[in-house]
């Protein structure tokens, strides 16, 4: 059986090598090793995938929560969609979809929000990662949505710092949450690009933009004219909370 800080093991003495665990894996951390399956804890991001689909027919996986401690427990929170963060109350690595926009008005017109994802299954990230580009953003006056699991891994807000004992920890991916005035991203998106290319992770971004009262989004335009490529499969949100929402 294997010992140590860690949350997702295997019993090494049940481990028939049957290898069904191996392709449920999304980040490759499981391999065989004379015979018996083994888990990478380098790479493991506590997701949690390989014990949930239920595959070994010996039960030989499984989670010990005691030992799942601080820091590397940040990496269950990221990754395990079924986890709950202790502070939001949300489940997953972000905040509430922003489809709830008619109702909680986080976006308003003449503003744009912005979700900075690192990592993906098969790469995922270090927060350290997270941190070249939060701390480009913070020099700019950028303030976090504070209800973003990330935000509480912050030394300091106001610096985009993360702490730095869990700087190291691997997570299946992150996300950055933001809202600024339109005007702003002739200054802002190079900014992303740059901190981005000095990265170690995959890394993509979504907008969320209002659509004006004639039914356009001058935005597209804006970005286009800057050279970014707009996809046309965006989310349109149909407007029926619009009673509760606040222009």
Not at 59 to 66: F, P, Q, R, S, V
Not at 98 to 127: H, M, S, Y
Not at 229 to 244: D, E, H, Q, S, T
Request: proline share 4%; charged share 30%; hydrophobic share 35%.
């Amino acid at each position: 059986m294997l010992d140590g800080g860690f949350s997702m093991k295997i019993y090494e003495d049940k481990c028939i090598g049957c290898e069904n665990c191996i392709p449920y894996c999304a980040m490759n951390a499981i391999s065989m090793v004379d015979g018996v399956a083994k888990i990478d804890q380098e790479e493991c991001v506590e997701c949690g995938v390989c014990l949930r689909v239920e595959r070994c027919p010996v039960d030989a996986i499984y989670e010990n929560e005691e030992s799942n401690q601080w820091p590397r427990s940040v990496r269950k929170v990221f990754s395990d969609a079924t986890a709950k963060h202790e502070n939001t109350g949300v489940r997953g690595r972000g905040t509430e979809e922003v489809k709830t926009n008619d109702v909680t008005a986080r976006f308003k017109r003449g503003f744009i929000g912005l979700a900075l994802e690192f990592g993906r299954p098969g790469v995922g990230t270090k927060l350290k990662d997270v941190e070249v580009i939060t701390e480009a953003l913070a020099k700019e006056g950028v303030e976090f949505e504070p209800k973003n699991p990330l935000t509480f891994l912050f030394s300091d807000a106001h610096t985009g710092k993360i702490r730095e004992d869990v700087r190291e920890e691997k997570v299946l991916s992150a996300i950055v949450e933001f809202v600024i005035p339109e005007e702003k991203i002739e200054k802002i998106f190079p900014l992303i690009q740059e901190a981005a290319d000095k990265t170690q992770t995959v890394f993509s971004w979504g907008l969320v933009a209002r659509f004006d009262d004639e039914g356009n989004l001058p935005i597209v335009d804006k970005l286009e004219k800057m050279g970014y490529k707009v996809p046309r499969n965006m989310k349109i949100n149909v407007g029926l909370g619009r009673p509760l929402r606040e222009e």
